[in-house]
């Protein structure tokens, strides 16, 4: 059974920063890699990406402040977030792909909360 499983998320005040990590118990490499959103009430959304060629590609509301990277030997995940603020207050997922050709985020974590105040 595949397992991700999110930690790092909490509460800090708008300006303060968290690390993310997603441990995943398949082999990262070549994989697409994803960190997700979804706020009370709305839709999730894609927050940053990895390709499978590990190119990263960011929403723009996170441009400049988020970054994501990944540890193959450790087939972990990480989203660094700077600058936080409130508007980044959700239920952050992280997602895997199947491996294969298509980037389809077929695997997904239980996530982990992050809240940020005023």
């Known amino acids: 059974q595949v397992q991700l499983v999110e930690s790092g998320g909490g509460s800090v005040q708008a300006g303060g920063s968290l690390r993310l990590s997603c441990r995943i118990s398949?082999?990262?490499?070549?994989?697409?890699l994803g960190w997700f959103r979804q706020a009370p009430g709305k839709e999730r959304d894609r927050v940053a990406t990895?390709?499978?060629?590990?190119?990263?590609v960011y929403a723009d509301s996170v441009q400049g402040r988020f970054t994501i990277s990944k540890d193959d030997d450790e087939n972990t995940l990480y989203l660094q977030m700077d600058n936080l603020t409130p508007e980044d207050t959700g239920m952050y997922y992280c997602?895997?792909?199947?491996?294969?050709?298509?980037?389809?985020?077929?695997?997904w974590g239980q996530g982990t909360q992050v809240t940020v105040s005023s």
């Open positions: 398949l082999y990262i490499w070549g994989r697409c």
């Open positions: 997602a895997a792909d199947r491996g294969g050709l298509r980037c389809d985020f077929t695997f």
């Open positions: 990895l390709a499978k060629d590990g190119r990263p």
